[in-house]
């Protein structure tokens, strides 16, 4: 059965470094997400793309982040400058359709900022 | 506002016991809803799903969740409770124009032997 995979499992960081998640969708998939989960707190929604272009963001997709699809395949979160708090689990999710239908969620990048 | 409420943090129950966990929307029209379930470490797997018709909807691993309009739930059930169940899980609902889920605070499911 396809799914999403994500690369690394686990990142370690310094603060203010930049830091780039990956992501590989699932091929068929036009509509791609990310979402983060801080330590004990929920699920919450970053960014959706689509057609090679954010299509929606929450408050939290400051300046500091962008999200790319740079060859087809894989789809990229990039924080410019972390800071302690984008300690977070980052999931990235691919659907075929945007509503309604079944988003699927890779196993996360677990993300330490020192 | 739309959103997605699991009143209950953490639940408890024995291994082959029923389960229920709550699950409250509130939305304007009919939402499809989600349950997602995630095991310590590991990423969001979903249970199952509703978008219409049929309100008792059935996922795997055994579960099952039933819509209610007249209460705004979307609960999720198991009639006998496996230790592996052990997990925390996740109502999900439509939380923008592009697809994009909000999810409530999930609940943490301990089994005891």
């Known amino acids: 059965e396809p799914e999403v995979t994500q690369t690394p499992s686990h990142q370690v960081t310094q603060m203010g470094q930049e830091v780039i998640l990956r992501c590989v969708p699932i091929?068929?998939?036009?509509?791609f997400y990310w979402y983060r989960q801080i330590l004990g707190q929920k699920v919450e929604f970053l960014v959706s793309f689509y057609n090679n272009e954010i299509s929606e963001k929450s408050e939290i997709f400051d300046d500091q982040f962008s999200v790319e699809r740079p060859d087809g395949s894989n789809f990229t979160l990039k924080i410019r400058s972390t800071k302690l708090e984008d300690s977070a689990m980052y999931f990235c999710?691919?659907?075929?359709?945007?509503?309604?239908?079944?988003?699927?969620f890779g196993p996360g990048t677990r993300l330490t900022v020192l | 506002a739309q959103s997605v409420t699991q009143p209950d943090i953490h639940i408890t129950v024995s291994e082959g016991a029923s389960l229920e966990l709550r699950c409250n929307y509130s939305?304007?029209?009919?939402?499809?809803l989600f349950w997602y379930v995630q095991s310590p470490g590991q990423g969001l797997q979903l249970l199952l799903k509703?978008?219409?018709?049929?309100?008792l909807v059935q996922g795997i691993k055994g579960f099952e969740a039933e819509f209610k309009r007249s209460q705004s739930s979307f609960n999720l059930r198991k009639p006998s409770v496996h230790w592996s169940d052990a997990a925390e899980y996740f109502c999900a609902g439509p939380g923008g124009s592009q697809g994009n889920l909000i999810f409530g605070k999930g609940t943490k499911l301990s089994v005891k032997p």
């Open positions: 999710a691919s659907a075929r359709d945007y509503t309604p239908d079944t988003q699927y």
């Open positions: 939305y304007g029209a009919t939402p499809y």
């Open positions: 509703y978008f219409s018709g049929d309100t």
């Open positions: 091929s068929n998939h036009l509509y």
